[in-house]
């Protein structure tokens, strides 16, 4: 008599991305970086990440993955779909998305994987709004020689915490009147659409 397995739920993939991100931040930076993990989600921070013993300047991770590729023409493309309330959206420089294709077969990340500011994510991944919904769609060619948009926000596993910690230092040294606030941003060329009653 066999055994049925079950598929793994969008929750178990989603924890097992974010165990690999713990690992590859601690390991990639020598263990200069520190994670927390806050109890709940209501800010759309899965991680808190800053350097040890710097406190007060964090930078937060909000992981999206995937488990397989969308075949489009000759080209396999990493799709990623999802949505935020539109009052919960925040784009702002200390806010980021770690986005990796997981391996099922060789249970781990696969390269590359994607280090995305809010800002440009929210901006360029096909945004739209509708009942008060932002929904997303992050798709990237993830060939050798692809030149799409997402091309400069690749990481290799071995980079993503010395990538981390860059983000963290640039950040730092930005003159203060360059450091905006985060604050709810709508995509651009995106309205409110309401349906009437």
């Known amino acids: 008599m066999g055994t049925h397995i079950m598929p793994l739920s969008a929750i178990q993939i989603g924890r097992i991305a974010e165990n690999e991100l713990a690992k590859l931040l601690l390991m990639g930076s020598d263990g200069r970086l520190a994670i927390f993990w806050p109890m709940t989600d209501e800010e759309r921070r899965d991680a808190e990440v800053h350097v040890r013993g710097k406190f007060g300047v964090s930078l937060a991770l909000q992981v999206k993955s995937a488990t397989h590729l969308q075949r489009?023409?000759?080209?396999?493309?990493?799709?990623?779909?999802?949505t935020v309330p539109a009052n919960r959206l925040i784009s702002d420089p200390w806010f980021w998305y770690y986005i990796p294709l997981l391996s099922v077969s060789n249970m781990g990340v696969v390269d590359p994987q994607y280090l995305v500011n809010s800002t440009k994510l929210h901006s360029h991944a096909a945004p739209t709004l509708r009942g008060g919904v932002c929904r997303f769609?992050?798709?990237?060619?993830?060939?050798?020689?692809?030149?799409?948009?997402?091309?400069?926000?690749?990481?290799?596993?071995?980079?993503?915490?010395?990538?981390?910690?860059?983000?963290?230092?640039?950040?730092?040294?930005l003159p203060k009147a360059q450091r905006p606030a985060g604050a709810f941003h709508l995509p651009p060329?995106?309205?409110?659409?309401?349906?009437?009653s």
């Not at 060329?189 to 009437?196: D, H, L, M, N």
């Open 189 to 196: 060329g995106v309205a409110v659409v309401r349906r009437k």
């Open 72 to 82: 489009h023409q000759r080209s396999s493309l990493f799709q990623i779909s999802f």
């Open 137 to 173: 769609r992050f798709q990237a060619n993830m060939a050798e020689n692809s030149h799409d948009m997402w091309v400069p926000d690749r990481v290799n596993a071995l980079d993503v915490g010395r990538r981390v910690l860059q983000i963290i230092d640039d950040l730092e040294n």
